[in-house]
Nanobody, 123 residues
Framework: QVQLVASGGGLVQAGGSLRLSCAAS????????MGWFRQAPGKEREFVAA????????YYADSVKGRFTISRDVAKNTVYLQMNNLKPEDTCVYYC????????????????WGQGTQVTVSS
């Protein structure tokens, strides 16, 4: 079992930055691929970013490429999402996800999901 606790969301003006954190417990994140999904009210959940189990590969949705960066700290068992140049359309609840296979993380079929953290970007 893996427990995930996401934090770092909040209210920010357009053009600003936030860093989301997702702390994992129960298993070492070096054994898992990790990623982030987001969902806006009334919309489907969408993939944001993922990092492979080895940490060597990262993946991004086109809508965030060049603005968001996913990274991890194995010693802290934590994955991060640095979000720069935020736009109002980035306003969503962001969910941390974990699975042994990165393809399952990227396609929303991960075994483990965090509780979500709200990001609100004002114009």
């Amino acid at each position: 079992q893996v427990q995930l606790v996401a934090s770092g969301g909040g209210l920010v003006q357009a053009g600003g930055s936030l860093r989301l954190s997702c702390a994992a417990s129960g298993r070492l994140i070096s054994s898992y691929a990790m990623g982030w999904f987001r969902q806006a009210p009334g919309k489907e959940r969408e993939f944001v970013a993922a990092i492979s189990r080895s940490g060597d590969s990262t993946y991004y949705a086109d809508s965030v490429k060049g603005r968001f960066t996913i990274s991890r700290d194995v010693a802290k068992n934590t994955v991060y999402l640095q979000m720069n140049n935020l736009k109002p359309e980035d306003t969503c609840v962001y969910y941390c996800v974990v699975d042994q296979l990165s393809i399952r993380v990227r396609t929303g079929r991960a075994d483990y999901w965090g509780q979500g953290t709200q990001v609100t970007v004002s114009s």
